[in-house]
Structure formats: C-alpha cells, structure tokens
C-alpha cells in the first residue's frame, strides 16, 4: 500500500536527453510538490500543485516543467538535460484536511546525468 | 526571512548514549509548523514529527523527544539510548501557511551511532 510512488527509482541518460519523472500519490491529499536533492544532500522545493493547480514555481529552469493530469498525480518532465541536473528528485503529498499539513515523500527518483 | 539552521554537520556516538540534534529557525509567519524527517541510508523520506506554532507542548515517542522553544526559535530533537539503526541523516524543516507551505529544509546532521 504504497503512499507516493516514484517511477522510475533510477535514471541514467546522456546529456541532451529528454526525461520524464512521474508521481502518484493515494493519500487524497490536494498538494503535491516536487523536491531536489543534490550532492551534499540539500533538499530544496522546485515547484507545487494543489488541485491541479501550479502554486509553487521556485527560480527552476524552464527545461523543468511540471504537469499535473489530476490530483492524485504530478509528473516532472526535464528537456535538455545537463550534467548539474544530477540529483535525487523527490515527490511528496500533503493535506486531507487543514490541520494535518505533513507532507509524505515519494522514495525518490536516483537521475544521474554522463 | 525563512531559514533553517542545523548547525551540527556530523555527530558521532557510540551506542546506549543519548544525542541532541539542535534545529534553529527562522520566520516572520505567526502560523508555521516544524518537522523532522530521517533519512537512512536507503535514501528515503521518512517523517517523525510535526509541531504547529501554537503548540509549545514537548513530546515524547519512545526513545525519541522534541523540545519546542518559540523564545529562542529552536526544535530540538533528542534520541536517548541510541541504536545503530538509528543512523541515518536528521532534517529540520519549516513549513509557512503564508508559502503554501512548501518545507524550508534545514542543511541535515549526519547521526552514526557505533557500535
């Protein structure tokens, strides 16, 4: 009964590719984000969705564009890919109902960029 | 401005001892919560606590504590007789109604509890 999902868990491609990341969460929870952890395990917000709804957009490129088909999912699309791009992507879902805003993390996503 | 600040990079302990990871934060939201999470060294997320703003009360699971002081801006978080397994990387985060709440993470203390 897994709670947020990530596929894939890992992703190695060349630079220049186009990837995608996708995030499905079955917690009923209305917000959904996208996080970046990088080599020295900073974690920093990219981007957040509730409902559907882009409400977040951190200073990220535009080569990162996040699309969100219904609530319950929010994938990240990378165009372009660069070597700095290699990190440890994480999705995670919050809030049924006010009061209860913890947000849970998918198990993240390895992209390693040769 | 919203900050987090874990001061401690690595902390080193042997077994059965008792270790305090300290979380400092800044804010101007009056409404916020704070939070911990763990991460093992398979890499995942995993959450441990939550405490709003208006809820000064310190608590107590098991082996794990917090303690919650608004007068100096701090969660501390404290795991006593620790264990091997409870090696892992600690993250504070601040969480601000007035951002959505999207987590401010603190820069993590690396815990190793040897043997």
């Known amino acids: 009964d897994t709670a947020v999902s990530q596929t894939p868990k890992y992703l190695v491609t060349q630079m220049g590719n186009d990837k995608s990341i996708k995030c499905e969460q079955n917690l009923g929870h209305d917000t959904m984000y996208w996080y970046k952890q990088d080599s020295k395990k900073f974690l920093k917000i990219m981007f957040s969705y509730n409902n559907k709804e882009l409400i977040i957009n951190e200073t990220v490129p535009n080569r990162f564009s996040p699309k969100s088909p219904d609530k319950a999912h929010l994938n990240l699309h990378i165009n372009s890919l660069e070597l700095g791009d290699s990190a440890v992507y994480f999705c995670?879902?919050?809030?049924?109902?006010?009061?209860?805003?913890?947000?849970?993390f998918g198990p993240g996503t390895r992209l390693l960029v040769l | 401005a919203q900050k987090v600040t874990q001061a401690q990079t690595e902390i080193s302990v042997v077994e059965k001892e008792d270790v305090t990871l300290d979380c400092v934060y800044e804010t101007r939201d009056t409404t916020y919560y704070l939070f911990w999470y763990k991460q093992p060294p398979s890499g995942e997320l995993v959450f441990l606590i939550r405490r709003n703003s208006f809820d000064e009360q310190n608590e107590i699971s098991g082996r794990y504590s917090w303690n919650f002081q608004k007068s100096t801006s701090s969660f501390n978080f404290t795991i006593t007789a620790s264990q091997v397994v409870d090696s892992a990387v600690y993250f504070c985060a601040l969480g601000e109604m007035d951002s959505s709440y999207k987590l401010i993470f603190g820069s993590g203390t690396r815990l190793l509890v040897r043997p």
């Open positions: 995670a879902s919050c809030c049924a109902a006010s009061g209860q805003e913890t947000q849970y």
